[in-house]
């Protein structure tokens, strides 16, 4: 009598690959970025997820699309500073889709790390495959000061005068506070000229004038 055992497993010494693609657009990602890189050749749903640059400061939730591909993956973890994030995964074959909304003010940092059956696992560390990003949804705070004072309203009459603003805000951007300087002279006449920076603005010609200050931070919250 013939007796025959039959044994059969799956050979996998292929790691899993997975990716993050930031959605959602930043005010001012051509000046404040950062580059995710993580070429594995296996997504199509984006010509550019691989590769890409993205804001370093929103003032909006940010959208962040997941993918991952392995033919036997056994678990998947998206963490948001350390903290796990549930995730709802779509399956096509080896393909898996999700995605994920941060809201919470605050420096977020976004990994993933991925298992497969056979214990392989992905887990990055190369700075360019973790995303980075600040969400920051508070206008800046501004102080008028004239003469070294703050403006109150009751010393609008002055000699020759220096104008200056403060600025409270946590990713105050000094670059891009503008002033916009109207002048009503006694003859009744007016000009207008703007001035870029936060640095004092001394006026010595006689006149009215009313000046008007927008600040926009990092994240593109404005306060005039």
Request: proline share 2%; no cysteine; charged share 25%.
């Amino acid at each position: 009598m013939k007796t025959v055992k039959t044994i059969g497993f799956t050979v996998d010494n292929s790691k899993p690959v997975h990716n993050l693609y930031v959605k959602t657009s930043a005010a001012k990602t051509d000046k404040f970025s950062n580059t995710y890189s993580n070429k594995v050749g296996k997504f199509t749903d984006y010509s550019d997820q691989e590769s890409y640059t993205y804001g370093q400061y929103f003032n909006s939730n940010v959208a962040i699309d997941l993918a991952y591909f392995d033919y036997n993956l056994d678990t998947i973890k998206v963490t948001d500073n350390g903290t796990e994030v549930p995730v709802s995964w779509s399956k096509d074959g080896a393909y898996g889709k999700g995605s994920i909304t941060i809201s919470s003010e605050g420096s977020h940092v976004i990994e993933m790390v991925s298992t497969d059956k056979s214990g392989n696992k992905t887990e990055d560390t190369d700075d360019s495959k973790i995303v980075r990003f600040t969400i920051d949804k508070t206008a800046p705070e501004l102080t008028t000061y004239l003469n070294s004072a703050e403006y109150t309203g009751d010393n609008s009459y002055v000699g020759n005068s220096v104008a200056e603003i403060g600025v409270s805000d946590t990713n105050e951007d000094a670059e891009d506070v503008t002033v916009e300087i109207v002048r009503y002279a006694p003859d009744g006449g007016s000009s207008t000229s703007v001035v870029n920076g936060k640095n004092p603005i001394n006026v010595t010609d006689d006149g009215y004038y009313s000046f008007n200050y927008v600040v926009i931070d990092r994240a593109g919250n404005q306060s005039s």
